[in-house]
């Protein structure tokens, strides 16, 4: 269960980590009852990212200018999902920002600290620099420093940056989290440090055992259990490299993040990333639409020239992984089929070519030219979370299986450096 930005940060006061003078609003016109000095901050409190690009945070510096901004905030829907409560919080003026995280390894089996001396929403930069410390035995200071170390903090700093980390692992610890992220930590200009954003997933198996997550006050859209065919939703992630050969497809910004971060350590940038979301559906019609909105991804990956490698990690359920195999095994066999069909034209065009000298070409095959080839398929490396029952579908040398990531991750880049 992931938590909204207001959620979250209640739990980061709960273990002294520094948060911001803030008050929750549910009707723009409770604005003229802000208790918090201009100029504010107001955010929209949805699960997605992105808020700030989508318009969902807008700075303001009196009460008409928050009421205006509340209004148009409380109408703006990001990625399918309306807000029903805005965040108005003090403004802060940093010096510099920086990114914190922990996210729980599956494949590792372990927690895994990650940092980058260069926060808030220039992603790339926030990438190039990020860095990662495995927790291999029980949790002390030393990680964290080792941490503070790596994204070259220095001082005071890296003490200060250490105590936050150490009392973001506590809650990690303590509630049972997948996923604790502060981005950005604003540092201003007396070393002073403040959690400006913030995100947390629960366990969903955790959730019961977690009576203060109970009072957290969830909406309608977090409380929902049912299926939502409005919840599946892809976006692409603002990282770009135009010069490289691999795509990334995951459930999750977390699970993006990690990901391109190894590909990263092996000094292969990917061309791109792209987010598919709030899928947790088994029902067949919701399987089918999750196999659409695959299908458009792919679609959408293929106008990006160079693309050599597909990787797809999401960790989601059996029937889930099911569709993502039968889904790729039968884009494989329609891009081949195709490319089959464009070659046995080309040789129907180069012998029109030759018998009249190109005079019907244009009449015959207005959609060919003489010296088109067909792209290549791409190689799809599929790291799923649950492979059995798979046996019985038609796999091709084009998909390789693994549930291990960075054997996945060593294949793609195999494959990369062969081709």
């Known amino acids: 269960m992931e938590l909204l930005e207001y959620q979250a940060k ?8 520094p948060i911001l003078p803030s008050q929750t609003i549910k009707d723009s016109r409770k604005i003229k009852q802000l208790q918090i000095p201009y100029p504010v901050v107001l955010k929209s409190q949805v699960r997605s990212g992105g808020r700030g690009k989508a318009g969902g945070v807008r700075f303001v510096a009196n009460t008409i200018d928050a009421i205006a901004a509340a209004r148009n905030i409380f109408n703006l829907p990001i990625l399918g999902e309306y807000p029903e409560v805005i ?18 390894d599956y ?6 600290l990650l ?17 990662q410390v495995v927790v291999e035995a029980e949790f002390s200071l030393f990680y964290a420093r080792r941490l503070a170390a790596k994204m070259g903090l220095s001082g005071k700093l890296i003490c200060s940056v ?4 150490a009392k973001m692992y506590r809650l990690f610890f303590e509630k049972d989290l997948d996923l604790i992220e502060i981005n950005p930590l604003g540092i ?3 070393g002073e440090l403040m959690a400006l954003d913030g995100k947390i997933k629960v366990n969903d198996y955790a959730v019961a055992r977690q009576p203060i997550v109970e009072t957290l006050n969830f909406s309608a859209q977090q409380s929902k259990t049912e299926p939502n065919l409005n919840q599946i939703n892809w976006r692409w992630l603002d990282w770009h490299h135009k010069l490289g050969k691999v795509a990334l497809i995951c459930g999750s910004f977390d699970s993006a993040l990690l990901t391109w971060d190894l590909f990263k350590q092996d000094k292969v940038t990917p061309a791109c990333s792209l987010l598919l979301e709030n899928s947790l559906i088994t029902e067949a019609d919701n399987l089918q639409l999750y196999r659409e909105k695959l299908w458009e991804i792919l679609a959408q990956l293929e106008t990006i020239k160079g693309i050599k490698v597909i990787v797809l990690n999401i960790w989601e359920s059996a029937a889930i992984s099911r569709e993502i195999v039968q889904t790729i095994s039968d884009y494989c066999r329609t891009a081949e089929e195709l490319t089959l069909l464009s070659k046995a034209e080309q040789v129907l065009v180069n012998s029109a070519i030759t018998a009249d000298n190109s005079s019907n070409l244009n009449v015959n095959y ?8 067909p792209s290549a398929t791409p190689y799809f490396i599929l790291r799923l979370l649950d ?7 038609p796999l091709t040398e084009k998909i390789y299986l693994s549930s291990n990531l960075e054997a996945a991750i060593s294949e793609a880049i195999t494959i990369v450096k062969s081709n």
Request: hydrophobic share 40%; aromatic share 6%; proline share 3%.
């Open 10 to 17: 209640e739990l980061f006061r709960m273990v002294g980590i």
């Open 162 to 165: 250490s105590d936050i980390i």
């Open 115 to 131: 940092g980058s001396a260069f926060g808030g929403m220039n992603v790339d930069l926030l990438l190039t620099n990020l860095q």
């Open 366 to 373: 207005p959609n060919l030219k003489s010296n088109q080839t």
């Open 188 to 190: 201003n200009t007396q």
């Open 387 to 393: 492979q059995d029952n798979l046996e019985d579908l």
């Open 87 to 104: 965040l108005a919080e003090a403004h802060y003026n940093t010096e510099r920002e920086v990114f914190l995280a922990i996210v729980l």
């Open 107 to 112: 494949d590792l089996q372990s927690p895994v």
